[in-house]
RNA sequence: GGCGGCAUAGCCAAGUGGUAAGGCACGGGUCUGCAAAACCCUUAUGCACCGGUUCGAAUCCGGUUGCCGCCUCCA
């Protein structure tokens, strides 16, 4: 069985189909660049990077777009409140993006377009739109005429007649109608702005993805990701400018990852209750961060709290400290393990079983759990007197495999020790084998303080950083 | 007002008809010079509440309560 994935479009779990066999064209909506970003927005740029690295894992070609916003209100807004150049200031946090979500195991998408870069294209969308009468010219604003768009809010599931009955629809006065969105804005004195031919301005933000999805993946795509509030207006809206255009369906798939909350309450900026990726990875590892992500379907809304972390990190270590007690004993078996097909066959199961739970709508928690599983079979076989470098084998090979789409990075960089530490363990070592267990407690002790743990295996003394 | 989601052990979290995954934490044990790591055992006769359908329901249907989200910039 392939791949299934709840579709926002039917709200449904559908097998998924690439337009063109073997490969899958993504685009996922990045962020607006005026400031460090938050976990809630680590989680998109997280969950999507794993559903890439699924498909990947499954032998697709992946082409994965993802923008990032460089001009709009906020950002000219934030250029004002900080007295620096727009351009800079979007590029200072572009990079600031790369090194948050770098350090969350994200891997940079194939294009990152820019607003500013896609100048051209958008405006040339905007035209056409006039053209075709599903967009006017107003005051110097270019707006979308939404009622002439037959689908507006298929995507929502919401009426057009539903949508005018909320209260908190504001009508603009250059509008023809209160459901009309903009897609040029009209420069204010001294602000950044581009020719067209309604006059000096800047898109409005819906614009930007309907442009360069048709100029890096084409009219209709595979996969529109992102996250749920984006569903309503800002994809909705896409759906409207591109299918008024194309004429075709924009993509086939559109899928929405759920919230972060804190307190039961979603982690927002105008909320304030947001913590950043650039602050949190300073008291927990990045990859717990991740670990702590992927930990739940990419649906539901997770809570996030201090002690959710140390319950991943704790879940982590267990991951590692079996990782590398399967390599330290692979390194010094003597290949002489029973039951090979017994022990073979169970490794296929549980990764079979994490394929099967990836494969129904990207479920990462009960794949997660099929690890924990894999790990504890791992464990049990290290109890065994002796092992096969085969079975071992397999059993990294495996955890490795699970690691890559999860995104985790099992495999420990080998640390070096100070001579002053090397000595002291050395000193240990022949202190028990004289039996003067206080020394040796005094060491473990005192090495514990620089955070070295020891561990005392029938293989040796063990040490690892806490 | 419209649309949608959630409610499962001390904490987190899977599970959409066949008798409650997994992680963290707690307790007992094995191993160890002692630890650590690991393993074993224990931990929800019950899945917000009330009805109903069914041989059988956490799962389906109806109702109730509580919490959250979108409808406005937001991942």
Redesign the pocket.
Known sequence: MGIQLYNTLN?KIEPFKPIEEGKVKMYV????VYNY??I??A??AVVFDMVRRYFQYKGYEVTYVSNF?DV???IIKAAEEMGEDVMAIAERFIQAYHEDTGALGVKKADIHPRVTDTMPEIISFIDRLTEKGYAYESGGDVYFRTKKFDNYGKL????VE??Q??????VGEKKEDPLD?VLWKKAKPGEIKWESPWGEGRPG?HIECSAMVKKYLGETIDIHA?????????HENEIAQSEALNEKQMANYWI??????IN????????GN?ILVHDIIKQFDPEVVRFFIV???YR????F?D??L???K??L??IK??YS?LQHRLEETADLGENRDKWQGQIEELHNRFIK?MD??F?S??A??A???L??AG??Y??EKHSSKEVLQSFIKRLDDMAFVLGIQLKQEKALLDEEVEALIQERIDA?KN?N??R??EI?DELKEKNI?????PQGTRWKRG
């Not at 992102?226 to 800002?234: E, I, M, R």
């Open positions: 709200r909506c990045g962020p607006t970003i938050h809630g927005n989680r998109p916003t709009d209100d906020k929502s599931h919401q009426s539903d949508l009955l909320g209260s908190r629809i504001e969105f933000w992102g996250g749920q509030d984006l569903a309503f207006p800002h929405h990852n759920g919230y972060i909350n039961n309450e979603k982690m927002s900026k105008s909320l947001f930990n739940a379907h539901s809304p997770i809570n709290s002690e959710q140390e319950s991943a704790a879940g270590d267990r400290t079996t007690n739970e129904d709508d479920n928690a009960n997660v759990a690890m924990f599983d790990v504890k464990n049990l290290l109890r028990r039996r267990f206080a040796a407690d473990r743990i020891l561990e005392d295996t």
